[in-house]
């Protein structure tokens, strides 16, 4: 089956201790990314990657790292979280072509106290 | 840059009337449109899009949408809503040529059928 797969899909824990989301599809897209949603300000995208090793900033970076050693994984890393990263986070992945679509995973929902 | 709006934070329907969820976009050249639908504790799902040629595009679950270029809208619509279309929707829009393959999104339509 087709999909984009995150983990974890809920995380409590404390500011600044380092966390990883894991994002990893198997439909061999060129195109990932990462969105935060928060209630009234819909998707924000944080950052993109057009194709392993390239990776570039969206609207709201600030606080957040990727890498994309491999084409299937696009995990988003904070370093030192802070309560202002409380938020839901969707991983999304894309075939080249900017008509199609993108395949969105299930969300994390991250809770930094 | 590109953007979009979709002014209205929810839309109220009875089940069996026809039901609308308005999007307006700002883009440089030709535009790139789609819309999807966010189900609680789910993903967003892709519903239907716009990419050239006929205004009014069809999608999933009886859903449509019509293209105005001149009014720069792409709305979404159905004849008849059901309860179960109730659920969070979203706009998104990137240039055809151009720019990043990764699109903007609004913030978002809550769409609530009453039954």
């Known amino acids: 089956e087709a999909q984009v797969t995150q983990n974890p899909r809920y995380l409590i824990t404390v500011t600044g201790k380092k966390l990883t989301v894991t994002c990893s599809q198997n439909?061999?897209?060129?195109?990932m990314s990462w969105y935060r949603q928060d209630p009234g300000l819909g998707l924000r995208q944080i950052y993109y990657?057009?194709?392993?090793?390239?990776?570039d900033k969206g609207d709201v970076p600030e606080g957040y790292k990727v890498s994309r050693k491999e084409k299937r994984n696009f995990p988003l890393i904070l370093e030192s979280p802070s309560p202002n990263q409380t938020s839901l986070y969707f991983c999304?992945?894309?075939?080249?072509?900017?008509?199609?679509?993108?395949?969105f995973g299930d969300g994390t929902r991250l809770s930094i106290l | 840059a590109q953007s979009v709006a979709q002014p209205e934070d929810q839309v109220n329907v009875a089940e069996g009337n026809p039901l609308t969820v308005k999007c307006t976009y700002s883009?440089?050249?030709?535009?790139?449109l789609f819309w999807y639908v966010q189900y609680p504790n789910r993903g967003l799902q892709f519903l239907l899009k716009?990419?050239?040629?006929?205004?009014l595009v069809k999608g999933s679950y009886g859903f449509e949408a019509e293209f105005n270029k001149s009014q720069t809208s792409f709305h979404l619509k159905k004849p008849s809503a059901l309860v179960s279309d109730s659920a969070l929707y979203f706009c998104?829009?990137?240039?055809?040529?151009?720019?990043?393959?990764?699109?903007?999104f609004g913030r978002g339509t809550s769409l609530i059928v009453h039954p």
């Open positions: 999304a992945s894309t075939p080249t072509g900017g008509y199609q679509p993108q395949h």
């Open positions: 439909m061999n897209h060129e195109y």
């Open positions: 990657s057009m194709n392993v090793e390239v990776t």
């Open positions: 883009v440089s050249g030709n535009p790139y």
């Open positions: 716009y990419i050239t040629g006929d205004n």
């Open positions: 998104a829009v990137r240039p055809a040529s151009g720019g990043s393959y990764i699109p903007t």
